[in-house]
C-alpha cells in the first residue's frame, strides 16, 4: 500500500530554535498534503493544507509566519516551527492525498517536545 | 464548528457490533472518518460526500444522511484490531453553498474489543 514517512519521528530542542519536520510520498505523487497537531488526549486539529507549487492555506488560528510550510515537489512537504516554545510540543501528523485512489494515507507523526 | 460524536467510549466483545455517530448542525461538504491507536498517527478509513450515500465493505463501512448533518460509522463483528479510537472529521459547506470550509474533528469514540 501507499506509504508516507515523516521525518524526524522524535525532537527535542530548546526554546527559540526552529524545527523542521519533513513529510515524504514514497510510492505516490501527492498534489495535496495535510499537516495537523494533536495534544495529548486531544482530538486530531488541521493546521494547513499544502498544495504543491502554491502556498498553503492555513486553518483559522494557525499562524503562517510561525509554521512555515513549503510543498516544493509531489512527493514532500516541509513544515518549519520557528522561535519554538514549549506551547508548540505536540504530536505533528502529514497526511498525503492520493487523488487516484480517494485516499488519504498519515505518516507516522513527529513528536515535538521544546524544552 | 466541532462536529459531535457518540457515544463517547464503548466496551465490546469480539464479534459484536458498533454504531459511532458523528452529526453537525449545519449542511456538511463531507465527512471522515479515523481510527486511531494508542501512540499512533491515525488512520484514513473512508469519506462520504453525497447525501444518502453508503460506504465501506462487510465489516466496516458509514452512511450519511440525506439531509448531510449526521454520519454513522458501522462496525460489524468487532474484531480486537479494531480497537482504538475513532475520529470523524467534517467539512461544512461554505456559505455560498459551492465548495468547503476546513476540516474539523469531533473529540474521538473510544472503543474498547475485548476477547
Not at chain 1, 523542521?20 to 486539529?45: G, H, N, V
Request: hydrophobic share 30%.
Amino acid at each position: 500500500g501507499a506509504v508516507v514517512s515523516q521525518h524526524p519521528s522524535r525532537v527535542i530542542c530548546k526554546s527559540g530554535t526552529s524545527v523542521k519536520i519533513e513529510c515524504r510520498s514514497l510510492d505516490f505523487q501527492a498534489t495535496t498534503m495535510f499537516w495537523y497537531r494533536q495534544f495529548p488526549k486531544q482530538s486530531l486539529m488541521l493546521m494547513a493544507t499544502s498544495n504543491e507549487g502554491s502556498k498553503a492555506t492555513y486553518e483559522q488560528g494557525v499562524e503562517k509566519d510561525k509554521f512555515l510550510i513549503n510543498h516544493a515537489s509531489l512527493t514532500l512537504s516541509t513544515l518549519t516551527v520557528t522561535s519554538a516554545h514549549p506551547e508548540d510540543s505536540s504530536f505533528y501528523i502529514c497526511s498525503a492525498l492520493d487523488r487516484n485512489r480517494e485516499t488519504q494515507y498519515f505518516g507516522p507523526g513527529t513528536r515535538l517536545l521544546v524544552l | 464548528q466541532q462536529p459531535v460524536q457518540s457515544p463517547q467510549a464503548v466496551i465490546l466483545r469480539e464479534g459484536e457490533d458498533a454504531v459511532i455517530n458523528c452529526s453537525s448542525s449545519k449542511a456538511l461538504y463531507s465527512v471522515h472518518w479515523y481510527r486511531q491507536k494508542h501512540g499512533e498517527a491515525p488512520v484514513f478509513l473512508m469519506i462520504l460526500l453525497k447525501g444518502g450515500e453508503q460506504k465501506g465493505h462487510d465489516k466496516i463501512s458509514a452512511s450519511f444522511n440525506e439531509k448531510k448533518q449526521q454520519s454513522s460509522l458501522y462496525l460489524t463483528a468487532s474484531q480486537l484490531s479494531y480497537s482504538g479510537t475513532y475520529f470523524c472529521g467534517t467539512e461544512e459547506l461554505e456559505d455560498s453553498g459551492g465548495g468547503a470550509d476546513g476540516l474539523t474533528f469531533g473529540k474521538g469514540t473510544h472503543l474498547i474489543i475485548q476477547p
